[in-house]
């Protein structure tokens, strides 16, 4: 079984940066690819960004250009920075974990992040 923990969210300006992280646990970190996603108040949860166990990435509209994904293999943590965030930002950000072996997916409970204008 995995487990995700998220860290990172709280209060910023628009504008500002924050930092998400994501560590796991267990050995099938390598083995998987990441991804973040995001639900705001009274929308649906949407894609914000993946990177493959090969380091591919790939962002959505809204966030390419200020978001940038990343992983630590040896520290199974995968990261979001992100830069010049705005109010639409606001949301609670999921990490995701799926297993290229069997394509199993794991969610972590998330971490609330509020940008003020």
């Known amino acids: 079984q995995v487990q995700l923990v998220e860290s990172g969210g709280g209060l910023v300006q628009a504008g500002g940066s924050l930092r998400l992280s994501c560590a796991a646990s267990?050995?099938?970190?390598?083995?998987?690819?990441m991804a973040w996603y995001r639900q705001a108040p009274e929308k649906e949860r949407e894609l914000v960004a993946t990177?493959?166990?090969?380091?591919?990435?790939n962002y959505a509209d809204s966030v390419k250009g200020r978001f940038t994904i990343s992983r630590d293999n040896a520290k199974n943590t995968v990261y979001l920075q992100m830069n010049s965030l705005k109010p639409e930002d606001t949301a609670v950000y999921y990490c995701n974990l799926k297993t290229v072996p069997g394509r199993r997916d794991y969610w972590g409970k998330g971490t609330l992040v509020t940008v003020s204008s």
């Open positions: 267990g050995s099938i970190f390598r083995l998987s690819d």
């Open positions: 990177i493959t166990m090969v380091s591919s990435t």
